[in-house]
């Protein structure tokens, strides 16, 4: 049985206070404690492995960045595009925590205990912290040489700082080092639960959580290029919760939008739809799903310049992410390792429909996810909710975007974050490794989802996924790896799942069975000829749903969505 071996872990020499400059934190404690649980069975990897780099987005839509055809600028994201793939068939587990249960640990999320959100529902599958039969890629990939690093958004367990217990805190799941939050959301000027490795900090004047992220991570490739042995190579998670609620950015961001959703969604989206044709992100047979039914026109539509402000601020949020992450390839450029890093940029769910109104006092003020703040900490009262006498993107502001600008984000397709149907579930996914594949600028179809992150991450790496840990049973890893897919090869596999708070979905590479919600009846579209959604072929096609809803249900069985919560 492998056993903890608590040791201090010293400041890199450059020092968080020296790298994020305009947002200075102060130290919170006396020791950097890091619990060393788990070590994988040394691997026989490859002489020349690869840096591996995984940037995430949170409640980011399907064509919101510039290189799957949305307007807002994106130059760094499309520059990764353009020397790489762009896999426009990848899916997730359709809402943030689900879904980084996937990722780090290549299981589908009720396997990893991550079935729902960030509470213990009394059922394995939804204990809302990740379980002991599961491994995450940091943990395979230290125990194959690499050093691990992880910066930003955890949320894949209910257990926060300063409290603890710290069991499934990113040091004791694998990573050497780690700044970020532990909740799921919060300010961006001022978040809750922000640590450096184990102990909590706070931030300071000017902080700006999207820069820290990135500045962070560009101080971890430094410092471990600086410390680790020359042939060494890294493991970077970087989990920015850019564009999630609330709707905060800075105002000189904010203004480079002023103007630019005037048009209103509805024919924003017509636009998306024929630039995403042109480009060739979508076939020129799936027709633009309808706006929603819960979505005016824009000519009908009131209080239209608070409308375009949320829009604006969204907008200006991601672009300040993807300035990270073009910095963050600028600094592996000049050192010199761009091409030797596999970079995989994706999302965690489709855009987020969530209007904060009055209805979410409860969970803001009683949650124990500590994601608000009731003032600012110089004494201002935050103004909350969805309110257009409130212009968002302050710090004493608390908003969202809505489901008017989330079916936007989402075009061309149906719903938004939670669902089971493309607009919860499709991501974009973006792979650059110019030492690892020739491809530069193409789309690649294949059929994915995303716990072949993992899978993707062992064979690059050489890693050996282990069958037991800490004198447990592992289960075996889900997903499939993505490496033939890099030369034009084909990902062998049958089907892909999805279960979340009774949304469900199997997909094939033909046929798709989807549900939105537990008691509702299954829908089947033709994925080939209708991504979109738009035509159910369930009753025309009765053995075919029934033959799909038979292997969901073995599916479900299996990974632990049945049994479900009594509440579920």
Request: contains cysteine; hydrophobic residues 35%; aromatic residues 10%.
């Amino acid at each position: 049985m492998l056993g903890e071996h608590p040791r201090e872990r010293a400041f890199s020499r450059r020092g968080f206070l020296g790298t994020v400059a305009a947002g200075s934190a102060r130290l919170i404690g006396s020791a950097l404690i890091h619990d060393r649980a788990f070590s994988a069975g040394r691997s026989s990897a490859p002489a020349k492995r690869p840096n591996i780099v995984i940037i995430l987005a949170d409640d980011m839509g399907y064509s919101d960045i510039g290189c799957f055809g949305g307007e807002i600028r994106t130059p760094g994201i499309d520059r990764l595009a353009a020397g790489g793939l762009r896999f426009s068939h990848f899916h997730n587990s359709a809402r943030c925590c689900p879904s980084r249960a996937s990722l780090l640990t290549g299981l589908y999320p009720h396997q990893a205990g991550v079935g729902d959100m960030m509470n213990d529902q009394g059922v394995d599958g939804y204990r809302g912290d990740l379980n002991r039969r599961s491994v995450t890629i940091a943990e395979v990939l230290r125990g194959a040489g690499y050093g691990t690093y992880a910066v930003g958004k955890w949320h894949v367990t209910r257990f926060l700082p300063p409290d603890g217990p710290r069991h499934n805190w990113p040091l004791q799941r694998g990573f050497d080092r780690y700044f970020g939050t532990i909740t799921g959301a919060g300010s961006f000027f001022e978040p809750d639960t922000l640590l450096r490795d184990n102990i909590p900090i706070e931030p300071g004047a000017g902080f700006y959580y999207t820069d820290a992220i990135a500045d962070q991570a560009i101080e971890f490739i430094l410092s471990h290029r600086e410390d680790a042995q020359p042939d060494k190579p890294f493991f970077l998670y970087c989990a920015f919760t850019a564009p999630h609620w609330p709707l905060h950015a800075r105002e000189t961001d904010i203004a480079r939008y002023q103007g630019r959703f005037n048009k209103g969604w509805d024919i924003l989206r017509g636009e998306r739809h024929a630039r995403m044709t042109e480009m060739g992100v979508v076939d020129k047979r799936w027709q633009l799903s309808s706006l929603d039914p819960d979505v005016p026109a824009w000519a009908e539509a009131r209080n239209k310049t608070w409308q375009s402000r949320r829009m604006e601020v969204y907008a200006a949020q991601i672009e300040r992410m993807d300035r990270g992450i073009g910095r963050i390839t600028a600094a592996l450029e000049t050192a010199g390792i761009l091409s030797d890093t596999l970079i995989l940029f994706l999302s965690d769910n489709g855009g987020c429909h969530e209007e904060l109104t009055e209805s979410w006092s409860d969970y803001f003020f009683s949650n124990k996810e500590k994601v608000v703040r009731r003032t600012t900490r110089d004494g201002r009262t935050v103004k909350f909710f969805n309110n257009p006498e409130v212009m968002p993107g302050p710090d004493d502001t608390y908003q969202s975007y809505g489901r008017p600008w989330a079916n936007l984000s989402n075009t061309p397709f149906r719903l938004f974050k939670q669902s089971a149907h493309e607009g919860g579930i499709a991501t974009p996914l973006v792979v650059h490794w110019p030492g690892g594949f020739k491809a530069r600028g193409k789309f690649d179809r294949t059929l994915g989802h995303i716990t072949d992150i993992m899978a993707t991450c062992v064979e690059v790496s050489g890693a050996k996924y282990p069958p037991e840990a800490r004198g447990e049973a592992i289960l075996p890893m889900e997903g499939r790896s993505l490496v033939p897919a890099f030369s034009g090869g084909a990902v062998d596999r049958q089907a892909i799942y999805c279960e979340h708070e009774g949304n469900r979905a199997i997909l094939t590479p033909k046929w798709k069975l989807v549900a939105r919600g537990q008691s509702a009846a299954w829908e089947l579209y033709d994925m080939e000829a209708d991504r979109t959604e738009t035509n159910d072929l369930a009753a025309a096609n009765a053995n075919t749903a029934a033959r799909l809803a038979e292997m969901w249900e073995v599916w479900a069985k299996r990974v632990g969505v049945v049994p479900r919560p009594k509440t579920g």
